[in-house]
């Protein structure tokens, strides 16, 4: 028995959700790559709901994308594809790069029907696999839960055009809009904390979801942070990372104490290959504390300076040469208003907690003036609560260009 139309519509969403729940859990763990999930189902011999005979999720970088870990799953399983419908939260690709082309495997199973949450980002070959397909006599459909699938992969869409880190910034707020208290009221190497714990977590998984995360020395000195993935998360079969949380830490004159958390936890990058501490300093950083750094596992590099601080975007241009797609930023006032007045963020989490710090107070961004102004230059606004903390998330630039549907 052939299925409605609306229960037809209805089945696509539900299998399109599944599929992002796959790509969902490869957060973490295919960077530089994109987050993809793909579900291959058939119809019953004799018709009704169609069943799932392989799905996937592409995991790391030089395995399988999520398309070719499907169609392996349905084999295994002794399924024929011929007939069978894919539902990809990506466009599958056309192009030769560590694999070959998931367009051409699709083809090659014999798949009838193809439902695709959004196209490919990149301008040079967007659409390239969609027409593929259709040349093979595949139905295509294109758009379903597209919103969804591109919040999966805003910092590979942003690198793939610009080639820099999609950068966001976070910030943890008193309700008076400040940063931090005065320092005089604060002991020295601890952090103040002013969200609640749920809020706190909420972190760790923004954390988990980005290649790196940044801060100054000021904040080193004042709050002595670990700057780790705390999350707990895995991905599926309890995979780790596939590269460490790259800790970034800009430190003009090199004045990081050796003793320092995040000296004293580095991972130097010898067993999984990519280290976690990146110390960016100026040109006239002292020799003897490179040496150290250096002899203690952390990576230093000094970079071009500009009006006696570092230049953000040749931070920006070194993390991109590490293939770090997206950027967290977890910096004070002086940072913070750096990033955004060079235009330089793309979107912003501000978490704000019932606590007031008064006039004298640290504010949140110097030269940016109050938070919630700065609210009003945001697009694509959410809000959510955290506990007793307010969370409102936003963008400055869209990551996704305008595509163009190709016949």
Same mark, same amino acid.
């Given at each position: 028995?052939?299925?409605?139309?609306?229960?037809?519509?209805?089945?696509?969403?539900?299998?399109?959700?599944?599929? =992002?729940?796959?790509?969902?859990?490869?957060?973490?763990?295919?960077?530089?790559?994109? +987050?993809?999930?793909?579900?291959?189902t058939?119809?019953?011999?004799?018709?009704?709901?169609?069943?799932?005979?392989?799905?996937?999720?592409?995991?790391?970088?030089?395995?399988?994308?999520?398309?070719?870990?499907?169609?392996?799953?349905?084999a295994?399983?002794?399924?024929?594809?011929?007939?069978?419908?894919?539902?990809? %939260?990506?466009?599958?690709?056309?192009?030769?790069?560590?694999?070959?082309?998931?367009?051409?495997?699709?083809?090659?199973?014999?798949?009838?029907?193809?439902?695709?949450?959004? +196209?490919?980002?990149?301008?040079?070959?967007? /659409?390239?696999?969609?027409?593929?397909?259709?040349?093979?006599?595949i139905?295509?459909?294109?758009?379903?839960?597209?919103?969804?699938?591109?919040?999966?992969?805003?910092?590979?869409?942003?690198?793939i055009?610009?080639?820099?880190?999609?950068?966001?910034?976070?910030?943890?707020?008193?309700?008076?809009?400040?940063?931090?208290?005065?320092?005089?009221?604060?002991?020295?190497?601890?952090?103040?904390?002013?969200?609640?714990?749920?809020?706190?977590?909420?972190? +760790?998984? =923004?954390?988990?979801?980005?290649?790196?995360?940044?801060?100054?020395?000021?904040?080193?000195?004042?709050?002595?942070?670990?700057?780790?993935?705390?999350?707990g998360?895995?991905?599926?079969?309890?995979?780790?990372?596939?590269?460490?949380?790259?800790?970034?830490?800009?430190? %003009?004159?090199?004045?990081?104490?050796?003793?320092?958390?995040?000296?004293?936890?580095?991972?130097?990058?010898?067993?999984?290959?990519?280290?976690?501490?990146?110390?960016?300093?100026?040109? %006239?950083?002292?020799?003897?504390?490179?040496s150290?750094?250096?002899?203690?596992?952390?990576?230093?590099?000094?970079?071009?300076?500009?009006n006696?601080?570092?230049?953000?975007?040749?931070?920006l241009?070194?993390?991109?040469?590490?293939?770090?797609?997206?950027?967290?930023?977890?910096?004070?006032?002086?940072?913070?208003?750096?990033?955004?007045?060079?235009?330089?963020?793309?979107?912003?989490?501000? =978490?704000?907690?019932?606590?007031?710090?008064?006039? +004298?107070?640290?504010?949140?961004?110097?030269?940016?003036?109050?938070?919630? =102004?700065?609210?009003?230059?945001?697009?694509?606004?959410?809000?959510?609560?955290? /506990?007793?903390?307010?969370?409102?998330?936003?963008?400055?630039?869209?990551?996704?260009?305008?595509?163009?549907?190709?016949?």
């Amino acid at each position: 028995m052939e299925l409605s139309a609306t229960t037809r519509a209805a089945l696509d969403e539900a299998l399109m959700q599944r599929a =992002l729940k796959l790509a969902a859990e490869s957060i973490g763990l295919a960077s530089p790559n994109p +987050q993809v999930g793909c579900i291959l189902t058939r119809t019953p011999v004799g018709g009704g709901a169609p069943m799932v005979i392989g799905e996937g999720a592409h995991l790391y970088a030089n395995r399988d994308h999520a398309e070719i870990v499907a169609l392996k799953q349905a084999a295994q399983r002794g399924f024929s594809t011929t007939g069978a419908t894919a539902y990809v %939260t990506l466009e599958p690709c056309s192009h030769h790069g560590r694999t070959g082309p998931c367009a051409d495997a699709l083809i090659a199973a014999g798949i009838s029907r193809c439902v695709v949450a959004t +196209q490919d980002p990149n301008p040079q070959v967007s /659409g390239q696999g969609l027409a593929k397909l259709r040349a093979a006599g595949i139905e295509v459909v294109v758009g379903l839960l597209q919103q969804q699938a591109r919040d999966l992969n805003d910092a590979f869409a942003h690198f793939i055009q610009h080639r820099t880190p999609f950068v966001t910034l976070k910030a943890a707020l008193s309700v008076d809009g400040k940063l931090a208290p005065p320092p005089a009221s604060r002991f020295p190497n601890q952090p103040h904390w002013l969200t609640g714990p749920a809020a706190r977590y909420e972190v +760790q998984l =923004l954390r988990h979801a980005a290649d790196a995360v940044l801060t100054g020395i000021g904040t080193v000195l004042a709050d002595d942070p670990q700057l780790t993935d705390r999350s707990g998360l895995f991905g599926p079969n309890k995979l780790p990372r596939r590269r460490p949380l790259l800790r970034v830490i800009l430190d %003009t004159h090199l004045r990081i104490p050796l003793s320092s958390q995040l000296v004293r936890s580095v991972d130097d990058g010898h067993t999984s290959g990519y280290p976690d501490l990146l110390i960016l300093c100026g040109k %006239t950083a002292p020799e003897t504390k490179i040496s150290a750094l250096t002899n203690l596992g952390a990576h230093v590099e000094t970079i071009p300076g500009h009006n006696g601080h570092l230049s953000l975007p040749s931070v920006l241009s070194t993390l991109a040469e590490r293939n770090i797609l997206s950027l967290l930023l977890e910096c004070g006032s002086h940072l913070n208003g750096a990033f955004l007045q060079q235009n330089l963020v793309d979107k912003a989490v501000l =978490l704000y907690a019932e606590t007031e710090l008064g006039d +004298q107070a640290i504010p949140f961004a110097q030269g940016i003036g109050s938070p919630y =102004l700065f609210e009003e230059s945001l697009h694509r606004i959410t809000r959510a609560n955290y /506990g007793t903390d307010a969370c409102v998330t936003g963008y400055l630039h869209d990551p996704w260009p305008i595509l163009q549907p190709r016949p």
